[in-house]
């Protein structure tokens, strides 16, 4: 199994950016597929969520702001990210959630124990 982020880079506030995730060696239509964000010194949160069959969800701080997508014919899960604040700073995770739905929603480590696999991260720094 791998996942492949990129896209991250540093943008002005008020910029946009969008995330890539590129999957490979699992059946990518058959789960479930997340962002999770690290701020330094906060730890992990999780940040974006859509099923196998394509329901989604954001955390408070995103919503009306950023939007997730999956493009099965690309093995691919995208975060479409605008109006970007300075406490966005963080590297963001691409995740595959062990199954084609379920509890998404994490904080810290128990991250890494609901999510089975992980990509390598990209950072994100929005800054004038």
């Known amino acids: 199994v791998q996942l492949v982020e990129s896209g991250g880079g540093l943008v002005q506030p008020g910029g946009s950016l969008t995330l890539s995730c590129e999957t490979s060696?699992?059946?990518?239509?058959?789960?479930?597929m997340a962002w999770v964000r690290e701020v330094p010194g906060k730890g992990l949160e999780w940040t974006a969520y859509?099923?196998?069959?394509?329901?989604?969800d954001h955390a408070d701080f995103v919503k009306a702001r950023w939007i997730i997508s999956r493009d099965s014919t690309k093995n691919s899960v995208y975060l479409h990210m605008n109006r970007l604040e300075p406490d966005d700073t963080a590297v963001y995770y691409c995740a595959k959630l062990p199954g084609s739905d379920g509890r998404y929603y994490c904080f810290g480590e128990d991250c890494r124990r609901l999510y089975d696999a992980w990509g390598q991260g990209a950072q994100v720094t929005v800054s004038s």
């Open positions: 060696g699992f059946d990518f239509g058959r789960y479930a």
């Open positions: 859509i099923s196998a069959s394509g329901r989604i």
